[in-house]
């Protein structure tokens, strides 16, 4: 998924990318073979190693789509106008609706993420910590301005909100009674109502 003003994804990339997808979701990461990915896209394993240098760079990239927009998002939040409330409670709507919208990516990379290469496994985590610490840092606003209370750790709070968001895909169905912003709404209250300082 490209960023907003990034050029259009290369059609050969798109497609290999799409294909990977579609393959490690029906058949799980460790039991497709690159010929298999190459044949489903329709090009050579040439053309594949002329933008991925090997199968573990494409599970990093089809993870890395959904963490570049999310942390896009997320920055653009961080710094809108309005309450530390509004702009968490955003955020954080906004973290389960791209994760939904991005279902197959996010399920298949927490699948399989320990099948990865150690450097790449050592990135991906890197990747991830940054977006969970620029989430905190609005946490941790909340709490020294006093709207949010102050005796649990912003760390652990984040741990806590990112480990439902991450376990979405094994029951979230689009078909099913709820729509991601609506999920995403009760998340987000469910975090905010957790933050209110006690009477």
Same mark, same amino acid.
Request: aromatic content about 10%.
């Given at each position: 998924?490209?960023?907003?003003g990034a050029t259009?994804?290369?059609?050969?990339? =798109?497609?290999?990318?799409?294909?990977?997808?579609?393959?490690?979701? #029906?058949?799980? @990461?460790?039991?497709?073979?690159?010929?298999? /990915?190459?044949?489903?896209?329709?090009?050579?394993?040439?053309?594949?190693? $002329?933008?991925?240098?090997?199968?573990?760079?494409?599970?990093?990239?089809?993870?890395?789509?959904?963490?570049?927009?999310?942390?896009?998002?997320?920055?653009a939040f961080a710094?809108?106008?309005?309450?530390?409330? *509004?702009?968490?409670?955003?955020?954080?709507?906004?973290?389960?609706?791209?994760?939904? #919208?991005?279902? #197959?990516?996010?399920? /298949?990379?927490?699948?399989?993420? $320990?099948?990865?290469?150690? #450097?790449?496994?050592?990135?991906?985590?890197? *990747?991830?910590?940054?977006?969970?610490?620029?989430?905190?840092?609005?946490?941790?606003?909340?709490?020294?301005?006093?709207?949010?209370?102050?005796? /649990?750790?912003?760390?652990?709070?984040?741990?806590? @909100? @990112?480990?439902?968001? =991450? =376990?979405?895909?094994?029951?979230? =169905?689009?078909?099913?009674?709820?729509?991601?912003? *609506?999920?995403?709404? $009760?998340?987000?209250d469910l975090l905010?109502?957790?933050?209110?300082?006690?009477?």
């Amino acid at each position: 998924m490209a960023r907003s003003g990034a050029t259009v994804e290369e059609p050969v990339r =798109h497609r290999l990318l799409a294909e990977a997808t579609r393959l490690f979701a #029906d058949r799980g @990461f460790e039991s497709t073979s690159v010929q298999e /990915i190459v044949t489903a896209a329709g090009v050579t394993k040439g053309a594949m190693y $002329h933008y991925f240098a090997s199968k573990d760079d494409l599970l990093h990239e089809i993870y890395g789509r959904v963490l570049r927009l999310q942390m896009d998002r997320l920055m653009a939040f961080a710094q809108a106008e309005g309450s530390i409330a *509004e702009r968490l409670h955003d955020a954080a709507m906004d973290v389960v609706v791209t994760t939904v #919208d991005n279902l #197959d990516d996010s399920k /298949i990379f927490f699948r399989s993420m $320990h099948q990865l290469a150690p #450097d790449t496994r050592k990135t991906v985590r890197a *990747e991830r910590r940054r977006y969970h610490e620029c989430f905190r840092d609005l946490v941790t606003e909340g709490q020294r301005t006093g709207v949010f209370r102050a005796d /649990i750790p912003a760390e652990m709070v984040v741990d806590f @909100f @990112f480990g439902s968001v =991450h =376990h979405l895909g094994t029951w979230y =169905h689009p078909d099913g009674p709820l729509t991601g912003p *609506e999920v995403g709404r $009760h998340f987000a209250d469910l975090l905010l109502a957790s933050l209110r300082p006690e009477s």
